[in-house]
């Protein structure tokens, strides 16, 4: 059981290219969502997905697509990166049952645009 | 979007010692979860809290709800440096899922 898993582990882009983060889980669940971690600016919701062919916009959407094909599989579409998007970003799954979201996180990707 | 305001900011202590971190918001919690982030990793969910009052105990962290249901804290007992990281609330339902900006605590020997 792998849990969440992200790929790449570090990025360096250039201003105006386009790249594609992977995030995968094996734990069946519904709930999909992607961070972006800044300092002092907490953990911030890009995207959100609640299953597969179902997404939706979080709080800071701009410049990334989403798409959830499968349960297992939620990537993140840098469409023209931007010195703006150096980020750490976190992928996170979560079992809907309940009235809570207990997230699992993958182990993040370090995004630098130069 | 429900605000979450951790405090404090940043907490440096000695191994052994006890500390407190709270989670506030004006609004009232559906349910609460806290996580803790080593540097270079995700959070990683510690505890869910959702009834009033409600106590949970992991080792030695102690989770209390308030009973109105708008704050939480955090407490460790005799800190170890095994115990430094980000400590993170978050809260929210699936398209406002919102974190707190966290408590960075570094415990030293």
């Known amino acids: 059981n792998a849990g969440v898993t992200q790929t790449p582990k570090f990025q360096v882009l250039k201003t105006g290219q386009s790249m594609t983060l992977q995030c995968a889980q094996d734990m069946n669940h519904e709930y999909m969502s992607w961070y972006r971690q800044d300092p002092g600016m907490g953990l911030r919701l890009i995207h959100y997905?609640?299953?597969?062919?179902?997404?939706d916009q979080g709080e800071v959407p701009n410049g990334y697509n989403v798409s959830r094909s499968t349960t297992e599989d939620f990537p993140l579409r840098l469409l023209s990166a931007a010195p703006s998007q150096t980020s750490v970003y976190f992928c996170?799954?979560?079992?809907?049952?309940?009235?809570?979201?207990?997230?699992?996180f993958g182990p993040g990707t370090r995004l630098t645009v130069t | 979007t429900q605000l979450l305001e951790q405090s404090p900011q940043f907490l440096s202590i000695q191994e052994g010692e006890n500390l407190t971190v709270y989670c506030n918001s004006s609004?009232?919690?559906?349910?609460l979860q806290w996580y803790r982030q080593e540097p270079g990793e995700g959070p990683v969910l510690l505890v869910t809290v959702v009834t009033g009052g409600e106590v949970k105990k992991l080792k030695r962290l102690t989770f209390q709800f308030g009973d109105a249901r708008k704050d939480s804290s955090l407490h460790i007992t005799a800190a170890q440096p095994g115990d430094t990281g980000l400590y993170l609330c978050e809260t929210g339902t699936a398209s406002k899922l919102t974190f707190g900006t966290g408590t960075r605590l570094q415990v030293t020997l």
């Open positions: 997905s609640v299953g597969a062919g179902i997404t």
């Open positions: 609004s009232v919690f559906s349910s």
């Open positions: 996170a799954s979560s079992y809907t049952g309940g009235s809570s979201y207990e997230q699992y």
